[in-house]
């Protein structure tokens, strides 16, 4: 973290504990600056602490709470499009390497680096975008979620929002990744760099993320492996009124050099004989 945002914890923490401190010109000042640096990019909610994993930054997530706290709603318009809200969206593009398509919107408070294409679709305050990253139609990237650089958000994908408690890990994607159209990715779910997730792969912490390729499966919950091929699946499970399917994630395959400069999500399984 860069220095000079250092004194801030301590104030933001402090009036998160106790809202009595709000009234306090300090932490007005505190929170506008902390939302202006995760804006910029110069600061992040999670952050990857080499091979011990990602470090979730709390108190920030402390300032987007209180920011809703301290801010009231105001109009705005875009166009004909108009809006009421508490934060504002993201309106000085030119020069930041950008690319925003009609409507999509990215809330004051995210960060899109240099090189991310936004589609008609939505990024949310705390969330981080990396260089090169395609958000395409409809996709939508919760508050605080953290996406990597060269990553592929297909159409209508759901990257949850994960804000409180303030200490919960968000969404992570890192770089590299394809994710496939329709797919939802919630509760902190990391997907590690260069995994390929197909069509429809609804993660949350508690679903089965079963490995296939062995002569035996392998069960784990929470991450997708690096480079991992991932489609949806179902497993059996006993109810009181019989046996049925539920929900899983299936990993088939690891992605190969061949594949890792094709973009079609759809080549990409073929190897697998599958498609979606």
């Known amino acids: 973290m860069d220095p000079k945002y250092e004194p801030l914890q301590p104030i933001i923490s402090g009036a998160f504990s106790d809202r009595s401190l709000l009234h306090d010109s300090a932490v007005r000042t505190a929170v506008n600056r902390a939302i202006a640096g995760l804006d910029c990019g110069e600061l992040r909610v999670a952050e990857q602490a080499g091979d011990s994993g990602w470090v979730v930054n709390a108190w920030l997530k402390e300032a987007i709470l209180l920011y809703f706290l301290l801010h009231e709603s105001t109009s705005s318009e875009a166009g004909p499009l108009a809006f009421f809200d508490k934060i504002p969206p993201k309106n000085k593009w030119a020069g930041s390497g950008v690319r925003v398509v009609p409507p999509g919107v990215a809330r004051y408070g995210s960060y899109l680096a240099p090189g991310v294409i936004l589609m008609p679709g939505f990024v949310n305050i705390g969330a981080w975008v990396g260089e090169g990253t395609m958000v395409d139609t409809w996709a939508t990237v919760g508050s605080c979620a953290q996406i990597g650089a060269g990553v592929h958000l297909s159409g209508g ?49 508690s679903t089965p993320i079963i490995d296939v390729t062995g002569s035996a499966p392998k069960t784990i919950k929470g991450t997708i492996p690096a480079r ?15 046996v049925y399917g539920t929900p899983c994630a299936l990993i ?6 061949a594949t890792d400069k094709k973009t079609s999500l759809n080549e990409t399984l073929r190897e697998y004989g599958l498609a979606v």
């Open 252 to 257: 088939i395959g690891q992605r190969s050099a």
């Open 228 to 242: 991992a091929v991932v489609i949806p699946g179902t497993q059996d499970k006993t109810f009181a009124a019989g």
């Open 157 to 205: 994908v759901g990257i949850g929002g994960v804000l409180e408690p303030p200490n919960a890990q968000p969404v992570i994607i890192e770089d590299g990744a394809f994710i496939g159209s329709r797919c939802v990715i919630v509760e902190g779910v990391v997907v590690q760099r260069e995994a390929v997730l197909g069509a429809g792969v609804v993660l949350t912490a």
